[in-house]
């Protein structure tokens, strides 16, 4: 059922990166950036590195691990391994919310490789109970400007101003990305999440440049507007009638957070994060996990179908079909799930039921 | 069980125990009659018919207060939005309004008249319940939520500028002053409706400086206020509980900068009704506030007697609640849960009912 959604795209998900900036293998394997992040991220690329090992997958790991308490030089270790390889597999980095820290690493390392689209998946996963079922909406958000610009100053005391910064290349180039992935999905539409009625120069440039670019150079997709508060409040109601969505940096923040909890929860949102030369999978719905952190309590599902839509990257369609199978089996069974989708098993039981169901399929 | 939780929460969803030390309401009553004076709005297109089930359930109830009627149609001065000096003097002398739905005139450049009501008036907090109804089915019916919203500034200062061809600076702007008023309305607000807690919900970990600001004030303020406890959560935690498991919220009453109070607020709409169709809110100023609807003004149903009158009820019930007339504000609430509760005979269409907005409104009364 993956496999309709963006199973069956071709190696080309990161479609905007020509032939020769992909990943090049050596000795018939690939290196791959490891980046567990903070919380349960080790434990749920453990559950990755293991199943990989099962399966006898072609990549070798180079392990990064940093943590987003570290100051800003910490991430050029990670962005130094990442040029090498141009591929990577992460978890998410905890941003402290107290003023002495540094800024965000995550968005930091977005920023410095440039890669610019990140897109989420969140189609309903049978087996895992939910309020809505069927929903099956994809949301590709722009990775590196518009609220996260991190341009902010307090012109006196007591009085902040925060840069929102939104330009045309890159809100045509994200809108190009998001009508060639609707192009290579079989999606039908792309719908711009804005809020030009009240920021009427930044977002009207946002929603304009994806309507030209869908009107102009992919008449096959159906173009949509919707407002964003319009749009959250539709998918709490009604998630069904969407299907592609392209949003600024926020929007998709808020989306996103809306879709993983339609679907039953960020251990289920597989993602990924593309620029033109490199592209790093991530969980789509970037939650830490600081309270489960150390406890084997945490759903490596997220992680697992991450890794799945890079070995799709790779080339590798049949190992990321076989691992996405023998996960999507294990959870509909049902017998050995984790806890956040109702079960009782561990993140090691649930990794080693996938083992086992793999050694059958 | 749902229906004895049912009337116990929905005592305590608007009811106003403690009058607010911010953004009190301090008219008199006209000592003639003894009855206190509010502007209506009455708005456009099915605005006149719900304002007429609002005023004649209002009667029934024997509610002391009087309508003041009141047109805002626009005028554009100086190519300001303005609205008009007859319908500010009524709202600024009464100093409290209901407004049924208007239709913004469509024309570049020019402000929505909500946003110019707001400036007129002051009105800094908007507040928003979200509540399920018994008798409507949705996919959730466990929710019960309040969340106020800045209502002048944040992402919506409208300061925003072509820098050079293609590159735009929208900017958001977050001010200590702004930030303490709203908060504070929260804190008493909470107190008001017997909430233990209020949240703040922001996105400092990204606008540090901005969004930071905002928690910083509430956590200075939160000193002046023991009763309540403070919790602050990332704007992702937020979205993504709620939807999960609204009932987490339920003792919440949520505080934020304006955007993603807009986007939250129809969000918990969404939870609750599926739609803006039955949604309440208060526009609170220092001075004036306005009651009103959030619904639009629905013309394709405009004078058919179709259109529900419970956003525009139930945001009169707040006012009530504002006013400090409680019991009156708690038998109209009553009234209109039980009436939508008891039979499809008594819902409106878009409820999937047979009721028409005339024989609704009776509906309610008889159960006065």
Known sequence: MFKNGIGMSKRSLASVAAEQLLPKKYGGRYTVTLIPGDGVGKEVTDSVVSIFDAENVPVDWESVEISGLENQEGVQKAVDSLKRNKIGLKGIWHTPVDQSGFGSLNVALRKQLDIFANVALFKSVPGVQTRHSNVDLVVIRENTEGEYSGLEHESVPGVVESLKIMTKTKSERIGRFAFDFAVKNNRKSVCAVHKANIMKLGDGLFRNCINEVGAKEYPEIDVKNIIVDNASMQAAAKPQQFDVLVTPNLYGSILGNIGAALIGGPGLVPGANFGREYAVFEPGSRHVGLDIKGQNLANPTAMILSSTLMLRHLGLNAYADRISKATYDVIAEGKTTTQDIGGSSSTTDFTNAIIEKLKAL | ?368
């Open chain 2, 1 to 368: 069980m749902f229906k004895s939780q049912f009337a116990r929460n929905s005592v305590r969803l608007f009811a106003t125990k403690k009058q607010p030390s911010i953004g009190r309401y301090t008219g008199k009553p006209d000592p003639a009659t003894g009855k206190y004076t509010v502007s209506f709005i009455e708005g456009d297109g099915v605005g006149p018919e719900i304002s007429q089930a609002v005023k004649d359930v209002f009667v029934a109830a024997k509610a002391p207060i009087q309508w003041e009627s009141c047109d805002v149609s626009p005028l554009f001065i100086n190519g300001l939005t303005t609205i008009p000096q007859p319908a500010q003097d009524s709202i600024n002398k009464n100093l409290i309004a209901l407004k049924g739905p208007l239709a913004t005139p469509i024309g570049k450049g020019h402000r929505s008249l909500n946003l110019t009501l707001r400036k007129t008036f002051g009105l800094f907090a908007n507040v928003r319940p979200a509540k399920s109804v018994e008798g409507y089915k949705t996919a959730y019916d466990d929710v019960d939520l309040v969340l106020i919203r800045e209502n002048t500034e944040g992402e919506y200062s409208g300061i925003e500028h072509v820098v050079s061809p293609g590159v735009v600076q929208s900017i958001k702007l977050i001010t200590q002053d702004a930030s303490e008023r709203v908060i504070r309305y929260a804190f008493e607000y909470a107190r008001a409706v017997g909430r233990p807690k209020v949240l703040v919900v922001h996105k400092s970990t990204i606008q540090r400086l901005a969004d930071g600001l905002f928690v910083k004030v509430a956590n200075d303020l939160s000193k002046e206020y023991p009763d309540v406890e403070l919790q602050t959560e990332i704007l992702d935690k937020t979205v993504l509980n709620v939807v999960r498991d609204p009932s987490l919220y339920k003792d919440t009453v949520a505080v934020c900068p304006n955007l993603y109070g807009d986007i939250l607020s129809d969000l918990n709409s969404g939870l609750s009704a599926g739609s803006l169709g039955l949604t309440p809110s208060a526009n609170i100023g220092h001075q004036v506030s306005i009651f009103e609807a959030v619904h639009g003004s629905a013309p394709d149903i405009a004078g058919q007697n179709k259109a529900n009158p419970t956003a525009l009820l139930l945001s009169s019930v707040m006012m009530l609640n504002h006013m400090g007339l409680v019991e009156y504000a708690d038998k109209i609430e009553k009234a209109v849960f039980t009436a939508i509760a008891s039979a499809p005979e008594n819902r409106t269409a878009d409820l999937g009912g047979s009721a028409s907005t005339s024989s609704f409104a009776e509906a309610v009364i008889s159960r006065l």
